[in-house]
């Protein structure tokens, strides 16, 4: 992964591209700890950051967790980055948390739909067992909508088997 942090004199706001090699990540940090960042497909996500301008680069990742093919379970990886995210969230509550689900392209539109929605809910669970206020969690379900990776109907793509997690409010 490669990180270039270029300072921004106006407004305290430092501006970040991170990239793994398949995909760029652009990270706009505030001095306030916001950040906002602009995944490479163009969608933009509101991260609160926990620390400096590059743990918010590094959260932009890490503020996802993934799925297997056709489920709602967590895995092992799934569920350490839920307990950091509830530990980074037990730090400043009240900040409002966003799931939002997401699948492949796999399976009918109502069904994705679903299982979208099962996923978020999941998620909601786990982090509530671990402290995040439960009246402090949207969820939202996306079903085969806002693909990470492009693909034709019926293409399992694990990269679109998702819950996005946003710190902060979203409306």
């Known amino acids: 992964m490669r990180l270039l942090m ?7 706001l430092t501006m970040a591209a991170c990239s793994d090699d398949s995909r760029t990540d652009n990270v706009a940090v505030a001095d306030n700890g916001v950040a906002i960042v602009a995944d490479a497909d163009g969608t933009m996500d509101g991260n609160m950051a926990m620390g400096n301008a590059a743990t918010a680069v590094a959260s932009a990742e890490s503020n996802r967790v993934f799925f297997a093919l056709d489920s709602a379970e967590l895995s092992d990886a799934a569920r350490q ?22 699948t492949d392209t796999t399976g009918t539109r109502p069904y994705n739909q679903e299982l979208s929605e099962q996923r978020a809910n999941t998620v909601r669970s786990y982090l509530v067992e671990r402290g995040v206020a439960a009246g402090e969690i949207d969820t939202e379900a996306r079903g085969q909508n806002g693909q990470r990776v492009d693909t034709a109907d019926n ?10 997690i946003e710190f902060g409010d979203q409306s």
């Open 6 to 12: 270029i300072p921004l004199v106006a407004g305290g």
């Open 81 to 102: 980055q839920l307990d950091r995210i509830a530990s980074e969230y037990r730090e400043t509550p009240g900040v409002g948390v966003t799931l939002a689900g997401f």
């Open 155 to 164: 293409v399992a793509e694990p990269a679109n088997r998702r819950v996005r």
